[in-house]
């Protein structure tokens, strides 16, 4: 089992990023994917998350109203679409894989992606 996320960089603040999480070695549509960030000298924690149904669960308010989240099944990946960017929203994004069902708890999830940098500053 393999994720891997992409897309991560440096923007300035109001611009957008779209990350990328591309899986191979398991069954893709039943996973619900999570994205979750680290911000330089904190603990990892959730933003956003599509079941396997399409729902999405957002773990960040405040990334409510910038930031969506999509699933294309045909090419196994999930999408994060990050507008408005704010300096806040500067970290790793990690991806991760939980059967069916989004969950709060970054434990449940058993697959990780390595993690990409974004950067917001001007």
């Known amino acids: 089992v393999q994720l891997q996320a992409s897309g991560g960089g440096l923007v300035q603040p109001g611009g957008s990023l779209r990350l990328s999480c591309a899986a191979s070695g398991f069954r893709f549509d039943v996973q619900a994917i999570g994205w979750f960030r680290q911000a330089p000298g904190k603990e990892r924690q959730g933003v956003l998350c599509?079941?396997?149904?399409?729902?999405?669960?957002y773990y960040d308010e405040s990334v409510k109203g910038r930031f969506t989240i999509s699933r294309d099944n045909a090419k196994n990946t999930v999408y994060l679409q990050m507008n408005s960017l704010k300096p806040e929203d500067t970290g790793v994004y990690y991806c991760?894989?939980?059967?069916?069902?989004?969950?709060?708890?970054?434990?449940?999830?058993?697959?990780w992606g390595q993690g990409t940098l974004v950067t917001v500053s001007s």
């Open positions: 991760a894989a939980n059967r069916w069902v989004c969950r709060s708890l970054q434990k449940e999830y058993a697959y």
């Open positions: 599509i079941s396997s149904s399409g729902s999405s669960t």
